[in-house]
């Protein structure tokens, strides 16, 4: 399979989610909060952490394709905001899988933002700084990686491997 090398493991996964989570709500401020995953990558993570967080929490869902096909990334970004929710005057925590190039997120970013939340926290599983080209971070990260193409929870190629329960390296036969 070409999808064999665990690069973070199940347990590691587990464990960290507690810890983020406290990170998370030391961070927000506290009451009712809006938690919007992007899809499809982080949608395991997403509802994950968003649980660990254990408080008064609704979910939205914003869909954005940056890869089509394969492990290139086309540079282009779409994204669907159908499944959002309401954003205004909320407290917002903006979960996604990797921060890569960073323009799905800067895109992202700048849509909630011209919807005018009360505040806007952003959450990654993984950052991978050697690819970025933007000026994006996020404010919290699970994990960062060395620049390798990754699968698994929650992440595909080619919409596979997204339930693998850890994180693998994508290496192609
Ligand atoms: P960016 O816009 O930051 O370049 O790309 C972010 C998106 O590209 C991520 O949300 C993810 O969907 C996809 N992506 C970036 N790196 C990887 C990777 O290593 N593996 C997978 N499966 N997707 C990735
Ligand atoms: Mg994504």
Do not use: W
Not at 13 to 20: K, S, T, V
Not at 45 to 57: H, I, Q
Not at 76 to 103: A, F, K
Not at 156 to 162: I, K, L, P, Q
Request: with cysteine; proline share 5%.
């Amino acid at each position: 399979m070409p999808a064999d090398e665990i690069l973070i493991s199940e347990t590691e996964i587990q464990n960290r989610l507690p810890e983020l989570a406290a990170e998370i709500n030391e961070a927000l401020p506290d009451g009712p909060i809006h938690v919007v995953i992007i899809l499809k990558g982080a949608i395991i993570f997403g509802v994950d952490l968003a649980r660990a967080l254990m408080r008064n929490a609704t979910l939205g869902f914003l869909a954005a394709s940056s890869y089509g096909a394969g492990t290139k990334s086309k540079g282009r970004v779409q994204i669907d905001t159908e499944h959002l929710g309401e954003i205004e005057g909320r407290n917002v925590l903006l979960i996604d899988d990797i921060l890569d190039t960073g323009h799905t997120f800067a895109k992202t970013i700048d849509i909630l933002g011209d919807k005018r939340p009360a505040s806007l926290r952003t959450c990654v599983l993984m950052d991978k700084p050697a690819r970025r080209e933007t000026e994006i971070q996020a404010d919290h990260v699970g994990f960062t990686i060395e620049n390798h193409f990754v699968v698994g929870y929650g992440l595909d190629c080619d919409e596979a491997y997204r339930t693998l329960p850890d994180i693998r390296i994508y290496a192609p036969e």
